[in-house]
């Protein structure tokens, strides 16, 4: 078992920035990817970010160059730093992690969300 818990959103205008942590307990952490993905009211849950256990990265279009996803092993934690953020990018921000080679279709742990509001 992983227990996920993410902080760190909140309010900012846009062009601000925000970063995100993720911070894991339970079982063993460094062995998984961990990723991001992003909910709106009445849309569906969104990929954002994915980092692997060996640390390659993976973002979404809509993302790049523009936020940064991090991991810090001996911290079981991951972080998403969000630049020149926008309204669009206003959602509850949820951190996965699962094995590397199950990410899309095995069992994954989920945290319980941080919202983030961008406002115009």
């Known amino acids: 078992q992983v227990q996920l818990v993410e902080s760190g959103g909140g309010l900012v205008q846009a062009g601000g920035s925000l970063r995100l942590s993720c911070v894991a307990s339970g079982s063993t952490f460094s062995n998984k990817a961990v990723g991001w993905y992003r909910q709106a009211p009445g849309n569906q849950r969104d990929f954002v970010a994915r980092?692997?256990?060996?640390?390659?990265?993976t973002y979404a279009d809509s993302v790049k160059g523009r936020f940064t996803i991090s991991r810090d092993n001996a911290k079981n934690t991951v972080y998403l730093q969000m630049n020149s953020l926008k309204p669009e990018d206003t959602a509850v921000y949820l951190c996965k992690a699962a094995p590397d080679g199950t990410w899309s279709w095995g069992l994954a742990y989920w945290g319980q969300g941080t919202q983030v509001t961008v406002s115009s």
């Open positions: 980092i692997s256990s060996g640390g390659s990265t």
